[in-house]
């Protein structure tokens, strides 16, 4: 029992330390929420409002001001007496130990100090808007009278730099001067603000018109001086040139007053300061004047490089005309003879009306050059063209000369060739003839015969009335080939016979011994002497040949060969 008591007036002990700690720290935080209180209902901004209210406002200032001034008056006599009287109850439950309560009434009266104070300093800040305004609008003011006064003298002074801009330009300035005027009037009259949007304007107009003086001086320049000048040297060497009876293939007058007509466009845009027409109209101009200074160059140089190439074209055209006549006489001589090649004397003849084009064309420039009607960079053109139709005519002739002299080597190579083939087979007949044979096989005969007609096709073809060299040739290397296939056949033949006959010779001396062998002896020499197939003869006695004594076939080859 006495332990529980112990322990309860322990606990009541512990109990009134935490009340009267919380008690302790609440009275803390209630002193900082009554010096705050206090310092709102110091009436902080009174000297901020006196001196708005000796600015004598009007308008959006002083509507702004008012608004304000009344926001803050509603707080400073409502609100921050009842913040007060809050913080005094909550004082006092506090001291009575409604500690709980204290601590909670607190921290709500804490959360509308934070307002009151945020609302105290946003009105501050308005007033603050209104008080820096003028000031700025003071300096801003003086600054921009001043640029626009510069700008404005610089302008009227300097009109002849800005040609038909120069009305626009004024009435920009008189814009300006309407907002700077607006301006004054509004700050005579107290409205800060309204006076502040009449700078803004001004300042944007300003630094806008600068900007345009700018773009203008260039423009105006090259419509007022570089253009002209341009177009009065064009003209005056246009003139020039027609009085010495120069032709164009355009219309040079009429491009001349297309530029005029531009120049005076361009200038209607810059007086309205469209920029972009202005600028689009002068690349315009600016592209047919370096047109124009081309054509009129053009023609200049063309006449020099023309008169001084007429006789040097002339020259190179009866030089072509001359080697294009020889080349026809050996063509008509060879044409007696020989088959020419189509392909080349189709060009030849091509090149021929070539010529007689390339002559006219000649002809009706150099009349015009003499009748003074003549385009002189078209007659340049002419020249050239004539030019690379005689370089191309003269190389392809050179490669049709080069053919014919080929085709007069080929027949002499071919003759000495056939003349070859003539011989190389009569020793292949000789050759055959040697062996003393009673027939040869009917493919050899076959091939012998056709290599034959082949030689002689040749002599008929070199002999004929007109020589085809181009089929000669080819044949000539046909025959070569099947004469060359012709001597291994016959020397095939040989072979085969010669062994042939030595196997059946050495075979007589088994005849009697072997019946077998003598079967095939038989019918070797019967395919030898009556069916002249010397091979199949000479497999038939190989065969029975080597039964009866082995190797003796390529022992008896080997002594041939030897």
């Given at each position: 029992m006495y332990l529980?008591?112990?322990?309860?007036?322990?606990?009541?002990?512990?109990?009134?330390?935490?009340?009267?700690?919380?008690?302790?720290?609440?009275?803390?935080?209630?002193?900082?929420?009554?010096k705050r209180g206090e310092v709102l209902k110091e009436d902080s901004l009174r000297d901020q409002i006196e001196k708005l209210e000796e600015m004598k406002l009007t308008g959006a200032s002083l509507d702004s001001f008012g608004q304000s001034k009344q926001q803050y008056s509603k707080q400073l006599n409502e609100t921050v007496p009842k913040v007060l009287a809050d913080i005094s109850n909550t004082t006092s439950k506090n001291a009575n130990f409604n500690v709980f309560g204290a601590s909670s009434e607190s921290k709500k009266i804490s959360l509308e100090l934070d307002k009151l104070e945020k609302t105290f300093e946003d009105i501050s800040g308005s007033f603050s808007k209104i008080v820096e305004s003028n000031e700025q609008n003071a300096t801003t003011s003086e600054v921009l009278h001043?640029?626009?006064?510069?700008?404005?003298?610089?302008?009227?002074t300097k009109s002849f730099n800005y040609g038909p801009a120069t009305d626009r330009l004024e009435s920009e300035l008189n814009e300006i001067a309407g907002f700077l005027d607006q301006e004054d009037k509004l700050t005579e009259q107290g409205d800060h603000l309204e006076a502040r949007q009449y700078l803004d304007d001004a300042k944007v107009k300003l630094s806008m018109i600068k900007d345009?003086?700018?773009?203008?001086v260039p423009l105006y320049n090259n419509l007022n001086k570089e253009y002209p000048g341009q177009v009065e040297e064009i003209e005056s060497v246009y003139d020039k040139l027609i009085k010495q009876h120069y032709e164009f293939e355009g219309d040079i007058q009429a491009q001349i007053d297309e530029v005029h007509e531009n120049i005076e466009k361009s200038n209607e845009a810059l007086s309205t300061l469209n920029f972009d027409t202005v600028?689009?109209?002068?690349?315009?101009?600016?592209?047919?004047?370096?047109?124009?200074?081309?054509?009129?160059?053009?023609?200049?140089?063309?006449?020099?490089?023309?008169?001084?190439?007429?006789?040097?074209?002339?020259?190179?055209?009866?030089?072509?005309?001359?080697?294009?006549?020889?080349?026809?006489?050996?063509?008509?001589?060879?044409?007696?003879?020989?088959?020419?090649?189509?392909?080349?004397?189709?060009?030849?003849?091509?090149?021929?009306?070539?010529?007689?084009?390339?002559?006219?064309?000649?002809?009706?420039?150099?009349?015009?050059?003499?009748?003074?009607?003549?385009?002189?960079?078209?007659?340049?053109?002419?020249?050239?063209?004539?030019?690379?139709?005689?370089?191309?005519?003269?190389?392809?002739?050179?490669?049709?000369?080069?053919?014919?002299?080929?085709?007069?080597?080929?027949?002499?190579?071919?003759?000495?060739?056939?003349?070859?083939?003539?011989?190389?087979?009569?020793?292949?007949?000789?050759?055959?003839?040697?062996?003393?044979?009673?027939?040869?096989?009917?493919?050899?005969?076959?091939y012998f015969y056709m290599v034959s007609d082949e030689i002689k096709k040749l002599y008929d073809g070199l002999n004929s009335e007109r020589v085809n060299m181009e089929d000669i040739s080819k044949q000539v290397i046909v025959t070569q080939e099947d004469l060359e296939n012709l001597v291994q056949k016959t020397n095939d033949l040989k072979q085969t016979v010669i062994l042939a006959e030595k196997l059946i010779q050495y075979s007589n001396r088994y005849a009697d011994k072997n019946s077998g062998l003598k079967e095939s002896l038989d019918r070797a020499r019967s395919l030898f002497d009556a069916d002249f197939n010397y091979e199949q003869a000479l497999t038939v006695i190989?065969?029975?040949l080597e039964n009866i004594e082995p190797g003796s076939v390529d022992r008896i080859k080997d002594t041939i060969s030897a």
């Open positions: 529980f008591i112990i322990v309860v007036i322990l606990l009541m002990v512990a109990f009134l330390w935490y009340m009267w700690f919380l008690q302790k720290r609440n009275n803390g935080e209630l002193e900082q929420l009554q001043s640029e626009y006064e510069s700008l404005r003298k610089e302008i009227l345009q003086v700018q773009l203008i600028d689009r109209t002068n690349e315009n101009i600016h592209d047919a004047i370096n047109s124009l200074y081309d054509a009129l160059s053009r023609e200049i140089n063309s006449k020099r490089d023309v008169l001084k190439q007429q006789k040097p074209v002339l020259d190179y055209l009866n030089h072509a005309k001359f080697q294009h006549n020889r080349l026809d006489e050996t063509i008509q001589k060879l044409e007696e003879n020989y088959v020419l090649n189509e392909d080349d004397m189709n060009d030849f003849k091509e090149h021929g009306k070539t010529l007689n084009r390339i002559v006219s064309e000649y002809d009706q420039d150099v009349q015009r050059i003499a009748d003074k009607s003549i385009v002189f960079s078209k007659a340049e053109s002419d020249f050239k063209e004539i030019i690379d139709d005689l370089d191309k005519i003269e190389a392809k002739e050179k490669v049709i000369n080069d053919n014919l002299n080929q085709m007069l080597s080929s027949e002499q190579i071919s003759r000495k060739s056939v003349e070859q083939y003539a011989h190389k087979i009569q020793i292949q007949k000789k050759s055959v003839e040697q062996l003393n044979l009673k027939g040869l096989p009917e493919d050899y005969l076959e190989s065969e029975a």
